[in-house]
């Protein structure tokens, strides 16, 4: 079962299917790869922690639909325009999170 995402960017619109639930060698990607970003004190600027962060995305990722942006790893993942790449990255990491610690869906008000 996929859990899929709209982009909120505008250089890159569509969505990304995330595997939901993970798996657990997804979820150790997640994990490593968080503890790896906020354990590497050589990684002073925000790129260093953008791709510290990146594999653990990648791992959760199933299927990848932005414009622009076809089927990305770490090493081919947009580095600019920067300050859209970090918003990218940054809704990515939220979105992966969410899964990760199995936030419920919001249940319609109006129901």
Known sequence: MS???ISPSLRWPGQV???S???LPQALAWEKCIRVAQNNTEASTLTDFNYAILPGICACVEKWE???IDNPTPETFP???RKQSIE???WLM????RVYVGEEE???PNE
Request: aromatic share 0%.
């Open 3 to 5: 859990k899929v995402v």
């Open 66 to 68: 932005l414009e622009g």
């Open 21 to 23: 639930p993970m798996t």
């Open 94 to 97: 939220t979105e992966v999170s």
């Open 79 to 81: 580095a600019t325009p």
């Open 88 to 90: 990218l990255i940054t």
């Open 106 to 108: 919001k249940a319609d």
């Open 17 to 19: 299917s995330l595997s």
